[in-house]
């Protein structure tokens, strides 16, 4: 049973920074391709992030520059680090992995694994 746990979410000042974890179990990130997405209210889900099974990174342009993915295969674990947060960085943080490429594209579609989220709320 595959299981994607985040957390690291929370409440920060504008200009602040987060990290966010995804611990897996049943799937190793070392051998899948992984994506961060977030849903803030009233707007669709973005892909902000992705990382390769080989840990090739891709940002989306409104986050580049300011997040940072890693990994550490010993704890199967993938980070999002946050910095210059702004309020429109605010929303509910999800892991998901097993999904496929197309170019450097991460696509999550068709039996991929959810985390529950976490959320990141942005706010002075």
């Known amino acids: 049973q595959v299981q994607l746990v985040e957390s690291g979410g929370g409440l920060v000042q504008p200009g602040g920074s987060l990290r966010l974890s995804c611990a897996a179990s049943?799937?190793?990130?070392?051998?899948?391709?992984m994506g961060w997405f977030r849903r803030a209210p009233g707007k669709q889900r973005e892909l902000v992030a992705s990382?390769?099974?080989?840990?090739?990174?891709n940002y989306a342009d409104s986050v580049k520059g300011r997040f940072a993915v890693s990994r550490d295969s010993g704890k199967n674990t993938v980070y999002l680090q946050m910095n210059s947060l702004t309020p429109e960085d605010a929303a509910v943080y999800y892991c998901?992995?097993?999904?496929?490429?197309?170019?450097?594209?991460?696509?999550?579609?068709?039996?991929?694994?959810w985390g529950q989220g976490t959320q990141v709320t942005v706010s002075s």
């Open positions: 049943g799937i190793t990130f070392s051998r899948n391709h």
């Open positions: 990382m390769t099974s080989g840990g090739s990174t």
């Open positions: 998901n992995a097993g999904g496929t490429l197309y170019g450097d594209k991460y696509d999550h579609r068709g039996g991929t694994y």
